[in-house]
């Protein structure tokens, strides 16, 4: 015959401490798939574009992430001189905006 507990007149059920240590592991379990799958690579492809751009030179072709097309005329600490367009037009823009180089 089955033991029905009464909640209301203060009767409670038994103990089952198995449940705890399932969550716990189900939620370390979901981050560890989540540092594989969306921390890892954003980190290593960050690391990869930082390479990138310490790695520049004078000559280089790159392309800024605002999509304009040049040739590094001069690079001063963080700031880079780029030669743009048929009229020779230069611009100075900031390290962290170059996107990647033009392959030649």
């Known amino acids: 015959m089955p033991v029905i507990y009464n909640f209301l007149d203060g009767g409670t059920p038994p103990a089952n401490n198995s449940g705890g240590w399932i969550t716990i592991a189900m939620t370390v379990g979901l981050v560890v798939v989540m540092y594989f799958i969306l921390i890892r690579p954003q980190r290593k492809k960050e690391k990869e574009q930082n390479n990138m751009r310490s790695a520049l030179s004078v000559g280089d072709e790159i392309n800024t992430i605002g999509g304009i097309v040049g040739r590094i ?21 900031k390290r962290w905006a170059i996107q990647g180089k033009e392959s030649e």
Do not use: A, H, N
């Not at 005329?73 to 823009?93: F, N, P, Q």
């Open 73 to 93: 005329v001069s690079i001063k600490d963080d700031t880079l001189t780029i030669e743009t367009g048929s009229d020779r037009i230069k611009l100075k823009v």
